[in-house]
Nanobody, 123 residues
Framework: VQLQVSGGGLVQAGDSLRLSCAAS????????MGWFRQAPGKEREFVAS????????YYTDSVKGRFTISRKSALNTMYLQMNSLKPEDTAVYYC?????????????????WGQGTLVTVSS
């Protein structure tokens, strides 16, 4: 299983970024997926998740209304559109996949992980 993350970078507060997570077709076709992040000196935390169908999504409270998770089956890719970025969003962002179709907020429910991508938001 391979999850390839892209899209991080350095932006200013208020800017937008879109992260992408490309998965193998077999993984993407049967897995709920999620985004997590880890800030320096902190534990990895849940950001957003999406069910296999794309119908169910969850967000951590701090990103609601600013971030949007989505997935495009034709491209086997999941996205995280991040708007109105804040300095506190600075972290390494990871995508992850479950072995079931049900979205989850729990880190331990995810079996497969992509490499992280650094998002830095300057004030």
């Amino acid at each position: 299983v391979q999850l390839q993350v892209s899209g991080g970078g350095l932006v200013q507060a208020g800017d937008s970024l879109r992260l992408s997570c490309a998965a193998s077709p077999r993984t993407f076709s049967s897995s709920a997926m999620g985004w997590f992040r880890q800030a320096p000196g902190k534990e990895r935390e849940f950001v957003a998740s999406i069910s296999w169908s794309g119908i169910t999504t969850y967000y951590t409270d701090s990103v609601k209304g600013r971030f949007t998770i989505s997935r495009k089956s034709a491209l086997n890719t999941m996205y995280l559109q991040m708007n109105s970025l804040k300095p506190e969003d600075t972290a390494v962002y990871y995508c992850a996949a479950r072995v079931t179709t049900v979205a989850s907020r729990t880190l331990d429910d995810y079996v497969y992980w992509g490499q992280g991508t650094l998002v830095t938001v300057s004030s």
